[in-house]
C-alpha cells in the first residue's frame, strides 16, 4: 500500500506545532553539538524545557 503524503501532512499538522528561532551562530553550535553528545534531540530538548517552564508559571 502507498503512503499518502497529504493525509500524513495533515495528521502532522494537527498533532504538532512548528517553532523555529534563529539564536546566535556559536551558542547554537554549541548547543546541537552538546545534545548530539547527549544523544537527545532538538525537539525532545524543546519539549522537556517548554514542560519545565510552563510548569514554573
Same mark, same amino acid.
Do not use: P, V
Given at each position: 500500500?502507498?503512503?499518502?503524503?497529504? #493525509?500524513?501532512?495533515?495528521?502532522?499538522?494537527?498533532?504538532? !506545532?512548528? $517553532?523555529?528561532?534563529?539564536?546566535? *551562530?556559536? /551558542?547554537?553550535?554549541?548547543?546541537?553539538? #552538546?545534545?548530539?553528545?547527549?544523544?537527545?534531540?532538538?525537539? !525532545?530538548? $524543546?519539549?522537556?524545557?517548554?514542560? *519545565?517552564? /510552563?510548569?514554573?508559571?
Amino acid at each position: 500500500m502507498a503512503r499518502n503524503i497529504e #493525509k500524513e501532512y495533515d495528521w502532522s499538522k494537527q498533532k504538532y !506545532e512548528a $517553532i523555529f528561532a534563529r539564536i546566535e *551562530k556559536r /551558542l547554537g553550535l554549541e548547543l546541537k553539538q #552538546k545534545l548530539k553528545n547527549d544523544g537527545i534531540s532538538t525537539a !525532545e530538548w $524543546i519539549t522537556e524545557n517548554a514542560k *519545565k517552564y /510552563l510548569k514554573k508559571s
